[in-house]
């Protein structure tokens, strides 16, 4: 086990900057994610952990030892891809041995080392198949065992389940996280799914155009993104712009020109002293959050009339846009709780939002 220290880490490939000063300390046994949109430099990160690119700038430390030029095999790191990358016409055995052989074990050792790992990934029965014999969940395992056996220190995962389909992709999320607490391996985990981020992952840092926006466990991320990007790409959320007018108490009031009125926020957080009228700030509040039974409503404040313009439902929760203001599109969702609960499209209903549900956040910098 080892924790992986990046100090201000930047590489370049000619003039595109694929990874900008990311400074980032992995924990012992941790399993870390790097969440965001294609090229916003997750791969390139990983890579420079695994060793195939040394930075342009900046250290790469596993546990204090400075790794950042030390080529790929001798940094004991098992590395799992996308595409899986095995030897088609090898047998899983011969596939899972390989490293073990480039390493010089024994025959006696790497058998009996393969065969353990092969349990845990629970493709001993399959031993003898031929790698294209399988199907591509069985193929991700041998991806894993071929990776763990090898005892690395540090296991590097790269999309390892987009070829996968949703439910297998769920099936494997459990497997996964099973075999990194079995193993207590420090994994990093790179994704484009917020939902894997979210369901495995101990902390997730979000990276857009090769910055670093937020480092947070799952939570945190969700509850209280930092600006608008993180709040978008991590769940939904409805973010509309706001302008701060004044302080009353503990409450701040917002003017949001597209619903032309005050938005009231109580977050005892809010450091109100850093709020200026020229600041260029959004709210954010999710789905969930968002009351619609306008029987129910009975504060004065957030309250926003609108007209119900699409219901989705998805078994668990149903989704309600409403649009308020003519153009303004509010999601909501809700538990499904029968289907005479639904709000029909086109009914008018008051939409409430919680003064203590509101984040206010910056616009993210491009
Ligand atoms: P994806 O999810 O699509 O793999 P990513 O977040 O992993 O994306 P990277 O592969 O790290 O992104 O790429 C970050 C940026 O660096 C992109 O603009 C990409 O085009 C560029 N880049 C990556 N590798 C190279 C390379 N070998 N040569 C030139 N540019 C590269």
Partial sequence: MSTVNLSTITKSFGNVT???DLDLLIEEGEFFTFLGPSGCGKTTTLRMIAGFYYP????????????????????NTGMV??????FPHMTVFENVAFGLKVRKISKSDTKKRVLDVLKKVR??????????????????????????????????LDEPLSNLDARLRDEMRTEILRLQREYGIT???????QVEALTMS?????????????IGTPTEIYNKPVNDFVAEFIGETTLLPISYEKTSGKELIFRSKTLGDFIYVKD???????YDENDDLVMSIRPEAIQIDYNQITSEKNVFKGQVSLVQFTGASVHTYITVNEDVTI??????????TYFKEGTEVSVYMPEDQIRVIPKARE
């Avoid at 700038?57 to 940094?75: A, I, L, Q, S």
């Avoid at 005892?268 to 850093?274: C, F, G, R, V």
């Fill in 56 to 75: 342009t700038k900046g250290k790469v430390k596993f546990n204090e030892k400075d790794m950042t030029t030390v080529p790929p095999e001798k940094r």
């Fill in 268 to 274: 005892t957080e809010l450091n109100i002293a850093t």
């Fill in 331 to 340: 999601r909501t969702t809700d538990l499904n709780r029968g289907p005479s």
């Fill in 123 to 156: 493709l001993d029965q399959y031993m003898e198949r031929q790698v294209s014999q399988l199907s591509g969940g069985q193929q991700q395992r041998v991806a894993l065992a071929r990776a763990l056996v090898i005892e690395p220190d540090i296991l590097l």
């Fill in 18 to 20: 694929a990874v900008n």
């Fill in 187 to 193: 994994t990093i985990y790179v994704t484009h799914d």
């Fill in 81 to 86: 891809f996308q595409n899986y990358a095995l």
């Fill in 202 to 214: 101990d902390r997730i840092a979000v990276f857009n155009h090769g910055v670093c926006q937020q």
